[in-house]
């Protein structure tokens, strides 16, 4: 089987992982994006702003992205203020309208082709492709609209502001249904995710997993990690929260567990956006620190800083962020509704059940057996198979399995 893939993917997502994987084993015919830009050609004064849409192992690679096109709509729509849903889902059919349009200009027909789109974004380019028989495959980014009732569930019972939600419109998710038929294989990164989907009506047997994988961060093989014999406030233990702080990633477990570790020699240092209201006191809280966004060329520091990372998550497909705390052999406290990453006692443990108490009485275990945590820290590293390396090969090996199926 000599497939050529074509990939489709707003964003950089994943780092372009699957894209990447592709070009090293020679698989990719060409990647579709939104944005790419190199470093020595972005225009002033969105410098930041592009910063990771361009991947460097791609630059000899078929790329072809709608810069100024996605830059035009962003400013409009903020211009206009349109936000949500609207905003999200014109750009999405914007994207497909446009790679349609390139598809025929170049009167695509690379022999026994391959078309991978992620959720949401997809069902117009694989319609188009079955229309020409060519292999669909839809990558599925979350676990879908059981994820969007974990959220709905956790805000009608939590007391935390979190600011305007609304659920997705009954369009939406009647377009992803319509992208789960018409994808040979809808390939998910966890067994959580799996699982979702199969609630909804997707067919167990058109379902492959494929994990998410990480190239190694520059600097994180040499890394050594150092551990105190014990902690004391002029050296707590420090606890990593990195990423999205809504009640969908357990922030407001890891606010609650910070109250019941008052008086403790612990720090849980917040990163990311923070998507709840807090009061004062927990902005003044002694045991948190709030961060806030910071840059991605900043996060490698927080991971070094840390002693241990909190991955309190209620729905997640994944969860890169397990995989970048490895690489910097970093241990993980985490749930388990994400990937599968934690190995108990190993590499880090659960927080099963998933409470603030629970998260609490870890850290608690953590500051009484402090030798725990350089033993956790030993067995966390990057595994063979979450590495970028063979990627590739558990791709096709997912395209194969569908075509199997259909014999």
């Known amino acids: 089987m000599s497939e050529r893939w074509i990939c489709c993917q707003i964003g950089a997502r994943e780092h372009y992982a699957i894209p990447r994987s592709l070009h090293q084993a020679g698989l990719l015919d060409s990647l579709y994006t939104d944005l790419w830009w190199p470093p020595h050609g972005r225009p002033a004064g969105l410098n930041r702003r592009l910063a990771g849409r361009y991947e460097a192992s791609l630059s000899t690679a078929h790329v072809e992205a709608r810069n100024w096109s996605s830059l035009t709509y962003q400013a409009y729509t903020a211009m206009r203020r349109r936000s949500g849903w609207s905003r999200i889902i014109g750009y999405n059919e914007q994207f497909q309208d446009w790679v349609l349009q390139r598809w025929r200009s170049r009167r695509l027909r690379p022999a026994e082709p391959v078309v991978f789109a992620y959720s949401y974004a997809a069902r117009e380019l694989l319609h188009f492709a079955r229309e020409l028989g060519w292999r669909t495959v839809l990558g599925q980014i979350d676990p879908g609209p059981e994820e969007e009732r974990i959220v709905a569930s956790l805000r009608a019972r939590e007391d935390w502001g979190t600011g305007h939600w609304e659920p997705a419109p009954l369009t939406y998710w009647e377009s992803w249904q319509k992208e789960c038929a018409l994808a040979d294989t809808v390939m998910v990164n966890s067994e959580f995710a799996r699982q979702a989907l199969v609630v909804e009506g997707v067919p167990s047997a058109k379902l492959q997993v494929v994990p998410l994988v990480l190239a190694p961060p520059l600097g994180a093989a040499e890394f050594a990690r150092h551990y105190p014999a014990s ?41 990311g956006p923070v998507q709840v209201e807090r009061t004062e006191a927990m902005i003044k809280h002694p045991v948190l620190r709030w961060h806030g966004a910071v840059p991605r060329s900043a996060v490698a520091a927080q991971y070094q800083s840390a002693d241990v990372f909190l991955f309190p998550t209620f729905s997640d497909g994944f969860g890169l962020t397990q995989l970048e705390a490895q690489a910097w052999k970093l241990p993980v406290l985490a749930s388990r509704y994400c990937g599968d990453v934690v190995r108990e006692g190993q590499n880090g443990l659960f927080i099963d059940p998933l409470t603030a108490e629970n998260t609490a009485a870890l850290l608690q275990r953590l500051l009484r057996e402090p030798a725990l945590l350089p033993s956790l820290a030993a067995g966390s590293r990057l595994l063979p198979h979450q590495t970028i390396d063979g990627l590739a090969d558990r791709l096709t090996a997912a395209v194969r399995a569908g075509m199997n199926r259909e014999c």
């Open 231 to 271: 902690f004391f406030p002029g050296r707590p233990l420090r606890v990593l929260f990195l990423g999205q702080a809504g009640l969908r990633k357990g922030i407001h477990l890891v606010m609650r567990a910070a109250d019941l570790l008052k008086g403790e020699p612990v720090e849980i240092h917040v990163v």
